[in-house]
């Protein structure tokens, strides 16, 4: 069974940089094919594909926020970790990690159950 | 990147009611498309991937269709639990982008 948990921050100050740990189990991120990517839903709003890192280390980022993340992989803790500098009031949203399969279909077929993040002074 | 525009944004609907969400690429992906149901405070559940597939799971009613860049998710007779936002996304080209989402309430 996958299962996929995230955790941190629930409340960050502008401008400081937010860091987000995805944990899974019931998968290895050094099995051929295998991704997660970070999503993000501020609320009300739709989701937003932010990052994905891949098996063998290939990172992909947001072509609008690329500047400010930065994803990494602890294939021996089973993480991910994403980081976004310079927090604003705009980045409030609810991150979810998410699994797919590269060499498929490339669905997300498990989810996270999501962290809210508020970015508040 | 590749936009993904769906229609409608909202609809009303009766139980029983047959609906119909289209989702138009920007560009061609081939059956890089998803479909996703979401649920107010939950995470979004796969309901269609590869643009036709039934996840394992999901009732029969739902169904998917197209390739290139037109796709349509169909729900037959539609029940009290099928009221949500449905999304879909294409994984063709990074990033892969979903759509602004289609809300389906009750009429």
């Known amino acids: 069974q996958v299962t996929l948990r995230e955790s941190g921050p629930a409340l960050v100050k502008p401008t400081q940089t937010l860091t987000l740990t995805c944990s899974f189990s019931?998968?290895?991120?050094?099995?051929?094919?295998?991704?997660v990517t970070w999503i993000r839903q501020p609320p009300g709003k739709a989701l937003e594909w932010l990052a994905r890192i891949d098996w063998d280390d290939d990172k992909y980022y947001s072509t609008s926020l690329k500047t400010r993340l930065t994803i990494s992989k602890d294939t021996s803790k089973n993480q991910v970790v994403l980081r976004m500098t310079n927090m604003d009031p705009v980045d409030t949203a609810t991150y979810y990690c998410?699994?797919?399969?590269?060499?498929?279909?490339?669905?997300?077929?498990?989810w996270g159950q999501g962290t809210l993040v508020t970015v508040s002074s | 990147d590749i936009q993904m525009t769906q229609s409608p944004s909202s609809l009303s609907a009766s139980v029983g009611d047959r609906v119909t969400i289209t989702c138009r690429a920007s560009?061609?992906?081939?059956?890089?498309l998803s479909w996703y149901q979401q649920k107010p405070g939950k995470a979004p559940k796969l309901l269609i991937y590869a643009a036709s597939s039934l996840q394992s799971g999901v009732p029969s009613r739902f169904s998917g269709s197209g390739s290139g860049t037109d796709f349509t998710l169909t729900i037959n007779t539609l029940q009290p639990e099928d009221f949500a936002t449905y999304y879909c996304?294409?994984?063709?080209?990074?990033?892969?982008?979903f759509g602004q989402g289609t809300k389906v309430e009750i009429k």
């Open positions: 996304q294409q994984s063709n080209r990074t990033p892969w982008t």
């Open positions: 560009q061609t992906i081939s059956s890089y």
């Open positions: 998410a699994r797919s399969v590269f060499t498929g279909p490339r669905h997300f077929d498990s």
């Open positions: 019931g998968f290895s991120l050094s099995t051929s094919g295998m991704c």
